[in-house]
């Protein structure tokens, strides 16, 4: 039972010790000053550069969709050619 | 700020007020900064990313629905999704060596007082920037921010004792990572 509760007890202050090691690394940062004013204007003035760039930035997405719509484009155009050939043979059958 | 007055400030921020918005920029631009640097791990991305957080947030400020959780809530979500796109245009974590990173403050010192990392220190963090997401998150609210367990349950939208298991093997984890790595 003494052992038991040795180990529990050694296992605990790891974890205290575990915790102040985190304390002293994890601490508040303050962000330079220069960087908070410069996007408080921004935001501030409506500065629509930066507005449209977080738009742009979704690019992955709008290349996946222009991608998704040329290849659905390209089958409808394919499947189309096919069904009216057909129907010309059956036409000239 | 009162949650009154911040629920004011934030529906004129979604019906188009700048200035508003600004508010609400100045209220946590240090909280979504100090999530973003230590998920990143460097200054630049760091100020890079939290400024994309509010560009998005200002974006979609008008979606916004108050479902109960706190205003901060949401732009963690953002920050979260960035973060995670950020990770995953990179095929390994950005890091740098510390002969290059920029000089950062720590809040409570003096200017003067610049981070002058262990190696120890070094290591500790990089084993936190590998633990999952949602527990890097918990520790950062717990250590940086000093939220108590029943306020970052609030903003993990989990219950406080939900918080305590996970605190708990978060800190489990991280401690056979170090033991493994002696």
């Known amino acids: 039972m003494t052992n038991i509760k040795q180990l529990a007890d050694a296992s605990m202050g790891k974890l205290t010790s575990l915790e102040k ?63 009216l050939s057909l129907l010309e043979k059956k036409r000239t059958a | 700020m009162p949650e009154s007055e911040e629920k004011n400030i934030l529906l004129n921020a979604s019906q188009g007020d700048l200035e508003a918005f600004g508010i609400l920029y100045e209220k946590y631009v240090e909280r979504i900064y100090n999530y ?68 950062i403050h720590f809040k409570s010192e003096p200017p003067e007082v610049t981070l002058m990392q262990t190696q120890e220190q070094d290591s500790l963090l990089r084993y936190i920037r590998h633990l999952p997401s949602e527990r890097q998150h918990l520790l950062i609210l717990k250590f940086v921010e000093h939220m108590s367990n029943a306020d970052i349950g609030v903003t993990m939208g989990r219950s406080e004792g939900a918080v305590k298991s996970l605190y708990h093997r978060t800190l489990l984890a991280l401690r056979n990572e170090l033991e493994s790595s002696d």
């Open chain 1, 21 to 83: 090691q985190l304390s002293g690394v994890l601490r508040p940062i303050e962000p330079r000053k220069e960087f908070v004013r410069g996007v408080a204007h921004r935001i501030r003035t409506g500065s629509q550069v930066d507005l449209l760039v977080d738009r742009i930035a979704n690019w992955h997405l709008i290349a996946l969709l222009m991608a998704g719509l040329i290849t659905l484009a390209v089958f409808l155009a394919v499947v189309g050619r096919t069904l």
């Open chain 2, 36 to 103: 973003v640097y230590y998920r990143t791990g460097n200054v630049h991305d760091a100020e890079d990313l939290s400024a994309r957080v509010f560009y998005r947030a200002l974006n979609h400020i008008h979606t916004y629905t108050d479902r109960g959780l706190p205003f901060s809530a949401w732009l963690y979500r953002i920050a979260h999704n960035l973060i995670a796109n950020w990770h995953r245009d990179r095929s390994r974590h950005q890091e740098i060596p510390l002969s290059d990173a920029p000089i």
